[in-house]
């Protein structure tokens, strides 16, 4: 809560304006989302309700909130928010989140990027969450969580939050950056015209492609080491992909690999042989799970299921704060917590577990997952 308040403070008075810069509010900027942070770490809490009732305890007004919170503040604010507060909280925090692990330096000089989207249940009456999936005559509702992880260093680097039914291209377009470097699954290297206007903005990429559905007209083979082979590569070669000129994609590089599963997956991407091996180019997609494994941390191991905001603008700010709450953790931890250190840092806040016994047990974790590492 206090490294929250401190990456908060600096950003205030920037973003404070409208109801929250009239000095008749009672409920500041800073209580209503240090108080919202809260309420997604407090294993008692689950309902709004819940949440405002607790502002009264005295321990939460001198070290969350300074005052009790009414469910008509708290409900309200959700729409005097400027996201561009925690956009900025978050991207300050994302620069400063480092792990202890270090990171393969042969994937270096480029920042990798794995891009995904996950979508998390909303209500039925959160109508402009509506999304199109789902079974016919019975349309569902979802928020979409758009994510770049930086595999390298393991932490998130850019988000989108949107309804559900929001076209995940579509907006990871909208945040393509100049010469940076992507990594996607078979939903982004569906679109052939992605590939050249990537190039166009000098930067490079690995895109998986949908195996069955793909015309290749293969330019040039290119010859495999010793170290593709055994890292199952089957192939690869300089190629167009597209059976109509309209939607003929740029020139790429196609590797072909064989999976445990005896699965062949087909991977695409601009850079040549000599600056990423098709060896490199199977471990670069292959770390874009960690994407996926992020995902599973905010939704199982965090608990971020439960809205406590229900319009656009509240989802987007619960989201934000769980993606913070995770760096704060990696930034004190080295790496997120898994679900035991998880419950320690309940059972503390509860009052089950001393300070020294959430260090101790804390500690005991993190032991167990290095020496889990080098098995």
Aim: hydrophobic share 40%; proline share 4%.
């Amino acid at each position: 809560m206090k490294g929250f308040q401190q990456s908060l403070r600096p950003v205030l008075k920037q973003y404070t304006r409208g109801s929250f810069a009239d000095p008749d509010r009672l409920l500041l900027l800073s209580d209503y989302l240090s108080l919202f942070l809260f309420g997604l770490f407090n294993p008692c809490v689950r309902t709004l309700r819940g949440l405002c009732e607790i502002s009264r305890l005295q321990q939460v007004q001198e070290e969350v909130c300074r005052r009790p919170v009414s469910l008509g503040s708290f409900s309200e604010a959700q729409h005097a928010l400027d996201l561009g507060l925690l956009e900025k909280v978050f991207g300050q925090l994302s620069q400063a989140a480092v792990t202890h692990a270090a990171p393969d330096l042969r994937l270096e000089p480029w920042q990798w990027l794995a891009r995904d989207g996950s979508l998390f249940a909303a209500l039925p009456r959160m109508h402009w969450a509506l999304h199109g999936a789902g079974k016919v005559g019975s349309p569902n509702h979802a928020v979409r969580l758009h994510l770049s992880l930086n595999i390298l260093e393991d932490r998130p680097e850019v988000v989108a939050i949107e309804p559900g039914k929001t076209c995940e291209r579509k907006v990871w377009r909208r945040q393509w950056q100049r010469g940076q470097a992507y990594v996607g699954d078979r939903l982004f290297g569906q679109d052939y015209r992605i590939f050249g206007q990537l190039n166009a903005l000098d930067c490079v990429y690995v895109l998986r492609l949908r195996e069955k559905q793909t015309t290749i007209e293969v330019e040039e083979e290119i010859p495999l080491s010793e170290e593709d082979r055994k890292a199952g590569i089957l192939r690869q070669a300089w190629a167009h992909l597209g059976c109509r000129p309209r939607y003929r994609s740029a020139r790429v590089r196609l590797v072909w690999v064989k999976t445990r599963e005896n699965n062949v997956l087909i991977l695409a991407t601009n850079l040549p042989p000599e600056k990423l091996s098709a060896a490199l180019v199977w471990l670069v997609y292959k770390s874009r799970w960690k994407v996926e494994l992020f995902f599973r941390w905010i939704k199982c191991i965090l608990g971020c299921r439960h809205w406590l905001a229900e319009s656009a603008n509240g989802c987007a700010i619960q989201l934000y704060l769980a993606l913070i709450a995770a760096l704060l953790l990696q930034l004190h931890f080295g790496r997120r917590p898994n679900k035991r250190m998880m419950e320690l840092i309940e059972f503390h806040q509860l009052g089950i577990a001393t300070d020294h016994e959430l260090q101790v047990g804390l500690e005991r974790q993190l032991q167990r997952m290095e020496q889990r590492k080098k098995v």
